[in-house]
């Protein structure tokens, strides 16, 4: 069994049986694809890399989707993805003519995002992310996305931590562009940072915008379903119809990507809202389909209703 089917089921509850740990195991494997959180147990993954701007490339591995700024000052990349690719995104850098990784801003301190951040460290990266996500990646965390087993996230090493954080907001000058690092509230996370290169106009939107189906809300460490379409519109005011929208997982996207996003979100937001006014009950809210709308494109919403509802009954 892998390391993380172990992790993961000691941190079950404990009435469940062989048989639904056998299930849920099976089942996380055949639905890997699509979801925000990719498990440790996935069979080793390759860098894709697309441009997406000048010296700007995002390179798709496993976990969320890396955004790299290769010039003359250096290589500044968002994300850090999984200890395994780390070694496989420096070659990916190195093929497309960086040398070693100066800076990488982390959008928020889940471990698809972040647990290269270690290696990094040791190979002199300075790390950046917004100050709460620093602090959860002191602490011991279990990630629940209802529909994986949870998966428990360790404290990491000194060497793997940011050296620089912000509270709302931070400017970097690298590259020959302003990159602005913005934190709107809690959305996917109380800690999740958008990245805006200026010059580039590219954002890295991390997972408060997810392009691979519906976007998961991490209510159990703060994660707020209001808060998610508030930091999407804090982010449409700061960008144009022109800008690259580089999402946590899924494909690039574009600025009406992100306005479409907002409406679906603030619907399913209202109708719920709705709903549990009258007292509804999660199963109740799950059997009225508020995201009839949307599940031909974007998948079994259970996870976004069952993370939203306690997000939003808090
Ligand atoms: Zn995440």
Not at 55 to 64: D, K, P
Not at 224 to 243: H, K, S, Y
Not at 298 to 308: T, V, W
Request: with cysteine; glycine share 8%; hydrophobic share 45%.
């Amino acid at each position: 069994m892998s390391k993380n089917s172990q992790v993961s089921n000691k941190s079950r509850n404990s009435r469940l049986g062989v048989a639904e740990i056998v299930l849920a195991v099976a089942a996380a494997l055949v639905i890997l694809v699509g979801l925000p959180f990719v498990s440790q147990s996935q069979p080793a993954a390759e860098i894709t890399t697309e441009e997406v701007g000048e010296n700007m490339f995002v390179l798709f591995g496993r976990g969320g989707n890396i955004l790299a700024s290769i010039g003359d000052q250096g290589v500044l990349t968002v994300d850090s993805q999984f200890p395994d690719m780390v070694p496989k995104y420096r070659a990916a850098v190195a093929a497309l003519g960086g040398g070693n990784i100066d800076f990488t801003i982390n959008t928020h301190w889940h471990f698809d995002h972040a647990d290269g951040n270690e290696a990094l460290g040791l190979g002199g990266t300075w790390l950046v992310a917004q100050a709460h996500s620093r602090e959860m990646m002191t602490k011991f965390n279990i990630v629940n996305t209802v529909t994986n087993p949870p998966t428990e996230q360790p404290p990491y090493a000194a060497v793997a931590l940011p050296v620089a954080t912000f509270e709302q907001r931070m400017e970097l000058h690298f590259n020959g562009e302003q990159i602005d690092l913005l934190h709107a509230g809690p959305a996917h996370t109380m800690g999740d940072a958008a990245v805006i290169f200026r010059g580039s106009n590219i954002v890295h939107m991390g997972d408060v915008f997810n392009n691979s189906g519906y976007p998961f809300i991490d209510s159990d460490n703060g994660g707020d379903l209001n808060g998610m379409i508030a930091f999407c519109e804090a982010v449409l005011a700061e960008i144009n119809q022109d800008t690259v929208v580089v999402p946590g997982h899924g494909p690039v996207a574009a600025y009406e990507d992100l306005a479409e996003y907002i409406v679906m979100l603030t619907e399913i937001r209202d109708r719920m809202v709705a709903l549990i006014a009258t007292g509804a009950t999660l199963e109740e809210v799950i059997a009225a389909n508020p995201t009839a709308n949307w599940d031909a494109s974007k998948g079994d919403p259970f996870r976004l209703l069952n993370r939203a509802y306690a997000s939003l009954t808090r």
